[in-house]
């Protein structure tokens, strides 16, 4: 099983929501990482978690809050967006942070998230 | 820091023609370099990486890369373009020895004609 799933496949949310994203991988990875991506534009990395435990964050607005709950489930909470926010929202994985470690990472399809 | 650049924001190709999406980097110690796709409303998948061990390297779908110090390239080639390859290629650079947190260009949006 070579799959990254996430959930839900669409968003849409009010500015006052509370809403969550889920990222689930059965590899055995320990990195995971949350991307996102606006049209036509290459990924942004937001956030990437070693074992379980935050190692990245780049300078991400607080509205945006990770959670990795376990080795295989990665969550990203949403709090009070704005439509600036709407984007698709991509996790991956890898079997560790370092290159010399890890074959290769993994992708899901991505949650297209829509702020109102 | 290190960077690529991807020539072209669009490649347009016939069907069986040879698709070449160049990829130039910019590091200042041995870099690691990679492709992804995205077919459209999807992921990114990973089409091959270079590590350091042989400059030619083969991917998936057929699609291949060479790293050239010298040029400072890692240009990806077809032999032959299916329709099914249209979509979004991005080209990566992370640091040999380094953590897997690729930066990416801009894309290369690949076009296959009938």
């Known amino acids: 099983d070579t799959e990254v799933t996430q959930t839900p496949k669409h968003l849409v949310m009010g500015m006052t929501n509370k809403k969550s994203l889920k990222c689930e991988q059965h590899?055995?990875?320990?990195?995971m990482y949350w991307y996102k991506q606006k049209a036509k534009k290459p990924p942004e990395l937001m956030f990437v978690?070693?074992?379980?435990?935050?190692?990245i964050n780049e300078s991400v607005p607080s509205r945006f809050s990770p959670e990795c709950p376990n080795s295989s489930l990665l969550n990203l909470h949403l709090h009070a967006l704005q439509p600036e926010d709407s984007a698709l929202y991509l996790c991956?994985?890898?079997?560790?942070?370092?290159?010399?470690?890890?074959?290769?990472?993994?992708f899901g399809p991505g949650t297209r998230l829509t702020v109102l | 820091a290190q960077s690529v650049t991807q020539l072209g924001s669009h490649v347009s190709v016939s069907e069986g023609a040879l698709v070449l999406l160049r990829c130039n980097y910019s590091?200042?110690?041995?870099?690691?370099l990679f492709w992804y796709v995205q077919y459209p409303n999807q992921g990114l998948q990973l089409l091959l990486k270079?590590?350091?061990?042989?400059?030619l390297v083969k991917g998936i779908n057929g699609f291949e890369a060479e790293f050239k110090k010298s040029e400072t390239s890692f240009h990806l080639t077809k032999p032959s373009a299916h329709m099914s390859d249209a979509a979004e290629y991005f080209c990566?650079?992370?640091?040999?020895?380094?953590?897997?947190?690729?930066?990416f260009g801009r894309g290369t949006s690949l076009i296959v004609h009938p």
């Open positions: 990566a650079v992370s640091v040999a020895g380094g953590s897997y947190i690729p930066t």
């Open positions: 590899m055995g990875h320990r990195a």
């Open positions: 991956a994985s890898s079997q560790d942070v370092r290159v010399d470690l890890t074959d290769t990472q993994y």
């Open positions: 978690y070693s074992y379980e435990k935050l190692s």
């Open positions: 270079y590590t350091s061990a042989a400059t």
């Open positions: 590091s200042s110690v041995p870099p690691y």
